[in-house]
């Protein structure tokens, strides 16, 4: 199976190299305890079809997650694009602002997690926490999310990259966020 990251406030995770692409049907099967698990239903995400069950986390805190929507549309996105918060300068952990109108790029640190939770078993409450921390959602971190950020940190310093993990746009069947 392909790795997918949803960021359930209807958007989802992907290096901002890639340009809007495959559209599926999915439904947000679960959302506790992180990550999410969804289901797509039709349409493709990159080359996952119809009956791919994946796990997902939130790029951005607070927003709708899609669980109890029923089927919703699907897009892979360069860049969160339903607002949330950026560091300013990219200096994580300094001041936060909201995210411009042209989305919000996956920072590599977070595609780590994903990564490391996918083939390693990290703690998904854990990565989610370290996720919000790192895409500025959330100013403070503690505990096992620290230890996983500084070692997505660290990572990332020593040339880390990488570009499986997607981000997927998430919208109900009128095109709403």
């Known amino acids: 199976m392909k790795k997918i990251l949803l ?5 989802g995770l992907v290096p901002a190299i890639c340009a809007a692409g495959p559209t599926a049907t999915i439904e947000v099967l679960s959302i506790s305890p992180s990550p999410h698990q969804v289901k797509i239903l039709s349409g493709d995400l990159d080359g996952a079809g119809p009956g791919t069950i994946f796990g997902s986390f939130c790029l951005e805190y607070g927003v709708h997650s899609g669980l109890g929507l029923g089927p919703v549309n699907a897009e892979i996105v360069p860049a969160a694009l339903t607002g949330g918060m950026v560091w300013d300068g990219d200096v994580i952990g300094g001041t936060r602002s909201v995210a411009p109108a042209s989305g919000d790029p996956l920072d590599m640190r977070s595609a780590y997690l994903v990564d490391k939770w996918k083939n390693m078993g990290y703690d998904g409450a854990a990565v989610q926490s370290a996720i919000w921390y790192i895409e500025a959602e959330k100013e403070d971190i503690a505990g096992l ?3 996983y950020f500084d070692e997505a940190d660290a990572a990332v310093v020593a040339g880390y990259l990488n570009y499986t993990v997607k981000v997927v746009h998430v919208t109900d ?3 709403n966020k």
């Not at 960021?7 to 958007?11: G, K, P, Q």
């Open 7 to 11: 960021t359930l406030a209807l958007v």
């Open 145 to 147: 999310a620290k230890d």
């Open 173 to 175: 069947l009128n095109g």
